[in-house]
Nanobody, 122 residues
Framework: VQLQASGGGLVRPGGSLRLSCAASGFEPDYYAIGWFRQAPGKEREFVAGIGWTVTGTRYANSVKGRFTISRDNDKNTAFLQMNSLLPEDTAVYYC????????????????WGQGTLVTVSS
């Protein structure tokens, strides 16, 4: 089982980035995908999640209205569109997978990707 996160980079405040999470080795159709982030010196935190049906999405309050999670099961890939980025969004972003429904606690996820760094700075 593998999850490959990509799409991070350096962006100015107010800018946008789109992260991707490519899944292989399992049937992602029946898995929820979660995005987490960890900033330097801080705890890992839940950002957004999408259930095995695309209607089941959840967001952290800090990103609601700015971030959008989606998935393309035909391509075994989930996405995190990040708009109106703020310096406090700077972190390593990880995608994770678990069966069926979204959870907000990292220890409820079975599989993790390697992380992609997002830096928001002028």
């Amino acid at each position: 089982v593998q999850l490959q996160a990509s799409g991070g980079g350096l962006v100015r405040p107010g800018g946008s980035l789109r992260l991707s999470c490519a899944a292989s080795g399992f049937e992602p159709d029946y898995y929820a995908i979660g995005w987490f982030r960890q900033a330097p010196g801080k705890e890992r935190e839940f950002v957004a999640g999408i259930g095995w049906t695309v209607t089941g999405t959840r967001y952290a309050n800090s990103v609601k209205g700015r971030f959008t999670i989606s998935r393309d099961n035909d391509k075994n890939t989930a996405f995190l569109q990040m708009n109106s980025l703020l310096p406090e969004d700077t972190a390593v972003y990880y995608c994770a997978a678990r069966s069926w429904s979204v959870a907000t606690m990292g220890n409820e996820y079975d599989y993790w990707g390697q992380g992609t760094l997002v830096t928001v700075s002028s």
